[in-house]
């Protein structure tokens, strides 16, 4: 699963902190909130959040200071800064130049609009992923010029005297610059930046055919699915043109599309010829003339979205490092247009956002006002003058003229709030108030602003908006009024009620608090000390917890508790409550509601332990599911090996026809050069000087190496041949499908087809140590000690399984161990007594015993006795499926009613013991006679 992106959030105004953080962690980013600049400097010391919204106005250190303190921190200064403030703030020129010159990014106006906010945090964050991933190509691409030029610096030290490779290093340096100057003019072309994608495809093509001299340049992009494969541009060098429009189905060229996937660069000097992209050859390099194809995957975010194809027509072309590294410049460039063309479509839908914020305004229900103290200047949108029953053009608002429609009873706490607020006694402007309308009657408003001062602090301008509260004021109203309502409510649904004020630690009870606490109503509230006291001893300090959390972050608290009655009564009862807060944002009230649930918990308890009996149930049904699964597996293993064998045998078919027609025209290959060979010699001697064509031919093919190595050449073809001869052999006969019957069968013969089909496992393999240079793992040893064996009567496909599994885990178990690395096979025959049941006959039967070992790192003593359960394996997930010696133990014990054990020991190895009956049907009478 991916991190989540983080946001801080710097707000000294808990409305606000508690909506963006709300709005945002729905919207599926990590959320870390503080009130103020040094509280947000504090957690940066241990987090690194992708952004930063950051309010201008806070006390103590404003948003301004702050920023500069991120901007100068070398952990913080990279991490993009949007700062939030008033509308008034956002609007002037003076405040916005000084929070860009800052660092920040971005301004968002208060009040925020969450779909503004979600907008434009997604877009910076998309904006800070697109640079640092320029970034690291720039450095990347700077990084491989720097790396160039000291290589051309070395080179032009050391060659001294060799003027032949000097010549080619002033070639390579040559291509080289020119590959840059090329790459650089691409890299400031304005399209590849502008999000013009096929302008910039276009340009790209076609620099790139011309610069490299290749005829056919092309760029290509997945689908969706990825199972189609487009052409968005193809440039033809010489008919100077371009097209588009071809598309490649993945499924019909399956090698190519998986090299493209898996490796860095496709280069086939022979494209005809190459395993990689032979498939195209009928399709589409013969009908074109394509000799040779150089292809850079164009990969985005970690994914490959497409190809860069150079395809070279006429004579095969060997593709220099310098047009490998160009063609996954090249590349690169590419994927910068496609990020370019996302960023374009990102900064579109921004454009679109801030539209829609601008109507939004234009749409707002309440009324703004502009007051530029400095001058005395005030404006006032059309919606106020509606709020108070005035056209447009009726009246004129100066500040005069606003004080004339306050109320007189709240005209002197509205203008000392004001004052308080210019003189920065207070940290927001919120007031409610009355005002007058045309017709003669008041309506309530609330007014919020948000002021500019200058640098001497004096205050230049202050804007707001005003809202109609009338309504809410008259509900308000009928709230007062329903209080004696609320009483005989919260008696019928048995829910009490409680109300504390914070600084005198004073306690309201509602009458069904007594009742649900068991106290006498017409007594006085116990006080908030005693009210603790009544809550039950081990509940108490959870019930504290919650409670004081909410107070301390002005939020609220769920708890379910238990109380104590003066009779000793214990019930169970749901506490919730909320804060109240000031005009400050200090917490000042704490109210409460407590809800009786005791029956609901008896219940409750009563179900839980009906769930624990289903459970029961469950985990039986389960453990059933369980063996059922395990035999299901063993027959999807058994199925597999059965599947395995006839494949194995129909591969090893058709591989001896082939393998047969090279060994039989290998002895008339040997013939043939023999007679050109004295031809070639009868004609030196007949024609002692050969013509200058010749000659050169001669030396060009290096004649005398080529006899010599001729022979050296078929020797090897003849070792091969044979040796595909011995596998195919091998495969078929451990295969055996002809022997599904118990039939007489060698063993020795079984172990040697299992080594040798093994035996590419067992080879030196490169290892690395850590601390130390790679090294080189010896091969595994075999020793063989084969006693004198009969032939054992047996199911021979069964037994080969048997010998595969336990040869691979020997193999697995010495792969990390140190040489020496040994594998010890001995073979011999053992004699068990039985008696015939109900007689005094006695009969003996031959087990054959097959012991293998390895000096590997040994079983520990816990997991011994458990190798032959299935499913259960020590190797890693995805390495083994723990059938194997499930398996094995069953042919053995069950099928050929023999015996299977293991002898271990940590540092000392392991030893597989297995004892077969030598005739199976005598074996499988003795148990009958047993039983």
């Known amino acids: 699963m991916s991190r989540k992106q983080q946001i801080l959030i710097v707000d000294d105004t808990y409305e606000n902190l508690k909506l963006a953080t709300v709005f945002l962690r729905e919207s599926g980013f990590d959320i870390l909130a503080t009130k103020s600049g040094k509280q947000a400097l504090n957690v940066l010391e241990k987090v690194s959040p992708d952004i930063i919204l950051l309010d201008v106005r806070m006390p103590e250190m404003d948003g301004f200071e702050t920023c500069r303190r991120l901007k100068a921190w070398e952990k913080t200064k990279d991490i ?23 660092g920040a990014v971005d301004y968002i106006s208060k009040p925020i609009q969450l779909e ?162 032979s498939e195209f050859s009928e399709s589409y390099l013969t009908p074109l003339g394509i000799s040779s194809m150089l292809d850079a995957p164009i990969r985005l975010k970690g994914q490959t979205v497409g190809v860069v194809c150079l395809e070279h027509v006429g004579d095969s072309r060997y593709w220099t490092p310098e047009d490998q590294n160009f063609a996954r410049s090249v590349a690169n460039l590419v994927s910068l247009a496609l990020e370019a063309q996302e960023r374009k479509r990102a900064e ?25 103290i400095n001058i005395g200047k005030t404006f006032i949108s059309t919606r106020y003058k509606e709020i108070l029953g005035y056209k447009n053009h009726e009246i004129v608002f100066y500040f005069d003229e606003w004080k004339r429609h306050v109320h007189p009873n709240d005209l002197e706490r509205v203008i000392a709030a004001t004052q308080d607020y210019l003189d920065q006694k207070s940290p927001y402007y ?68 409680w109300e504390l004020d914070i600084l005198t630690q004073k306690i309201i009870w509602s009458e069904e608090m007594f009742r649900i606490f068991g106290l006498d109503s017409t007594k006085l509230e116990p006080t908030y000390a005693e009210y603790i006291q009544l809550i039950h001893p081990d509940d108490r300090a959870v019930w504290e917890q919650f409670v004081g959390k909410a107070i301390a972050d002005g939020t609220f608290y769920e708890v379910d508790f238990r109380i104590v009655r003066p009779d000793g009564e214990i019930r169970y009862v749901e506490g919730r409550g909320e804060t109240i807060a000031n005009e400050a944002g200090q917490v000042k009230r704490l109210f409460g509601t407590v809800i009786d649930i005791t029956e609901r918990k008896q219940a409750e308890e009563a179900l839980r332990a009906s769930e624990a009996r289903e459970r029961e149930k469950a985990q039986e049904l ?34 001896n026809n082939p393998v047969g027609f090279i060994s039989c025209n290998l002895t008339h ?103 130390r240079d790679s090294g080189l793992h010896q091969a595994i040893e075999v020793i063989k000690d084969y006693g004198q064996l009969p032939k054992v009567t047996c199911y021979a496909s069964q037994l080969n399984q048997v010998f595969m599994n336990l040869l691979s885990n020997a193999i697995d178990a010495l792969k990390t161990q140190p040489s020496p690395r040994k594998i010890t096979i001995s073979t011999s025959v053992a004699s068990h007594h039985w008696s015939v049941v109900n007689g005094n006959k006695q009969q003996t039967t031959n087990y054959v015993v097959i012991r293998i070992a390895d000096n590997g790192p040994g079983i520990s003593e816990e997991v011994l006795p458990k190798i032959f359960d299935p499913f259960f394996t020590t190797k890693p997930v995805g390495s083994g499926t723990g059938l194997g010696l499930s398996i094995s133990y069953q042919i053995v014990v069950e099928t050929h009613k023999g015996q299977i054990r293991c002898i271990s020991a940590l540092g000392q190895g392991t030893e597989m013991i297995i004892e077969i009956p030598v005739n199976c049907d005598s074996e499988a009478g003795r148990h009958q006679a047993e039983g």
């Open 80 to 102: 993009p800064v949007i700062f939030m403030t008033a509308a008034a703030d956002s609007s002037s020129p003076a405040e916005k130049v000084k929070g860009l010159m800052l």
């Open 116 to 277: 503004e906010v979600l907008a434009r945090v997604k877009t910076h964050l998309h904006l800070n992923s697109l640079t640092k991933q320029l970034q690291e190509q720039n450095a990347l691409l700077q990084h491989e010029i720097f790396s160039r030029q000291q290589t051309e610096l070395i080179l032009q030290q050391e060659i001294g005297d060799r003027q032949q490779a000097e010549a080619a290093l002033r070639e390579s340096a040559a291509s080289l610059r020119k590959h840059n100057r090329v790459l650089i003019e691409l890299a400031r072309n304005q399209a590849l930046h502008q999000g013009d994608l096929n302008a910039a495809i276009e340009t790209i093509t076609e620099a790139t055919a011309h610069n490299i001299a290749v005829e056919r340049v092309s760029v290509w992009l997945f689908d969706k699915t990825g199972t189609l494969l487009k052409c968005l541009n193809l440039f033809e060098r010489s008919l100077n043109r371009h097209s588009q429009g071809v598309e490649l189905v993945t499924a019909d060229y399956p090698s190519y599309f998986q090299a493209l996937i898996q490796e860095q660069l496709l280069v086939a000097d022979e494209a005809h010829t190459d395993p990689k992209t």
């Open 348 to 372: 579109d839908a921004l454009r679109e956002s801030e539209e829609r914020w601008q109507l939004a305004i234009k749409g707002n229900n309440d009324g703004i006002w502009d007051w530029k």
């Open 430 to 497: 919120h007031v409610e108030y009355r005002l007058r309308c045309k017709d003669g009657t008041y309506k309530w408003v609330m007014s919020r602003g948000q002021a500019l001062w200058d640098e001497e602090g004096k205050p230049v301008r202050m804007v707001g908006s005003t809202k109609d509260i009338s309504r809410r004021k008259r509900a308000e109203e009928k709230l007062r009024n329903s209080k004696a309502h609320l009483v005989v409510a919260q008696r019928v649904a048995h829910v009490g009620s």
């Open 622 to 655: 389960e453990l059933a599911l369980s063996q059922l699964k395990r035999t299901q597996a063993q027959l999807i293993q058994a199925e597999k090996m059965s599947s395995l064998g006839r494949t194995i045998a129909g591969v090893a078919h058709e591989i």
């Open 669 to 771: 290959a040997r013939a043939y050069f023999q007679d050109l060979l004295k031809l070639m010699e009868l004609y030196q001697q007949t024609y002692p000087k050969p013509t200058p064509a010749i000659e050169r031919l001669t030396k060009k093919i290096e004649l005398n190496f080529l006899i010599e190595d001729w022979v050296k050449l078929m020797d090897s073809m003849q070792m091969g041949s044979e040796r595909i001869r011995q596998i195919v052999l091998s495969l078929r006969n451990f295969s055996r499908l002809d022997e599904k019957e118990l039939k007489p069968v060698d063993i020795h013969e079984g172990i040697d087809n299992t080594l040798l089909i093994l035996q590419h496992q067992m080879r030196s393999v490169g290892v690395s140590k850590a601390g």
